[in-house]
């Protein structure tokens, strides 16, 4: 008779895969809770203290660790010398471990968990016999995940449970869950911010069409301990399944917005803001959004902080977009929008308070880890450098600016009022290029008297304070450092120019 191991911390289904097991010849050895279920379900199940002929002890935690258990599992089958040491201490093989886990991961995100109650959430046992079976996958069918009892029994009762294909996968399966519990449980015990070791894991999100481009292939990967603002925990309401590109804009249109209380809409190009506007009501701040850039947000990303109403949706449902993402649309504006076939309505919980988190960028052969950038900077972190000093009107502005050009790619401009960006000038070579792209972009524009304009990092030399003044802005709000920060407070005081600085950089590359 061939011996299945069983010991399970979520039940569903292992009753009636357990009874199927039984009527395929397998006898059944369990432990504690799932013993109790199983033999509650009337099979006839043995107890693992009765293999290893010795007591579960320490409130559980010693239990499957036992040479009677774990000789059962790594003996080769194929190894005379093995199969003649487990027969010379009465050792019967284990032919298929079924297995998962304390739920560690759950215990964590409990609201009040304590780290004594996540510490008795680590499983031992669990994890040794299954990396037991899993080296030993020639011999020992381990399964890990629920959703594969369906086909464990197909193959054992189509004889195909033994192709070394399958097992192989199902080995990698139990040592990529191991590890990601693993993962997790480094993860919650470390406070180093950057440790000699760093331990990641994410659960498959979804597969995609494709990548960037249409010959790459690509998926998307959840943070195991996810977040509701994500573009990943988004509820779709509408339109097709999304894609790489999709993902990314989406996810940078979440960072921008998270930026502002206000009624705020924010759209997306390429992972730049294409215009962000404000207003008393959110089809007021759609309306300074699509007039800051009423050419890139063709077939780009919206995020508005507000309920989507009929008003607004309208305006909306006339242009081309790819993905929409609000807190929640009316009954009436979901209909008119719904009307697209492939415009996607995303419905998730705003906030304004992102946490600090480490972020990866892969790099060839490794990657580089930060923490977000959420500095914010007041009026209180300005300090006015030039002689003409900012209005109030200008202040406001730019601290509107600030928030706007810290999401912009580098080198970053952004020419805005308070309240409306009117131009974007983005990841250029050289700093005046981008100046030159801003203001041509914004000088046509209504308000365009009262801009001013925010760099992410400081001027190299005073070409752009020049370029600034001879185009009709008088303010200026860059961070400083430069060794030749000089130059441009001199040519501010010699243009007429209000000249502030920051005193913070915000490069995104």
Known sequence: MTRALLSVSDKAGIVPFATKLQTLGFELVSTGGTLVVLEAAGLAVTP?????????????????????????????????????????????????????????????????????????????GGPSMLRSAAKNYAGVLPVVDPTDYQIVLDRLQSGTADEADFRQAMAAKVFRHTAAYDALIATYLTTEEFPTQQTLTYDRFDTLRYGENAHQQAAAYRDALGSDYSVLSADILHGKQLSYNNIRDADAALRIIAEFAAPTVVTVKHMNPAGIGQGATIEAAWDAAFAADDISIFGGIVALNREVDLATAEKMHQIFLEIIIAPCFTDDAYAILAKKKNLRLLTLPFTTDLPQQLETTAILGGMVMQERDLATETTADFTVVSQVQPTAAQLAAMVFAQKAVKHVKSNAIVVARDGQTLGVGAGQPNRIDSVKLAINKAASKAGYDEAVLASDAFFPMDDSVSYVASHGITAIVEPGGSIKDQASIDKANELGIALVFSGVRHFKH
Do not use: C, S, W
């Not at 009765?50 to 007591?55: A, G, I, R």
């Not at 004594?116 to 499983?123: R, Y």
């Open 48 to 124: 693992v203290d009765m293999v290893t002929d010795f007591p579960e002890m320490l409130d559980g935690r010693v239990k499957t660790l036992h040479p009677r258990i774990h000789a059962g599992l790594l003996a080769r089958r194929d190894d005379e010398a093995h199969m003649a040491t487990l027969a010379t201490y009465g050792i019967t093989p284990i032919d298929l471990v079924v297995v998962n886990l304390y739920p560690f991961k759950a215990t964590i995100q409990k609201p009040a968990v304590t780290q004594a109650d996540a510490i008795e959430n680590i499983d031992i």
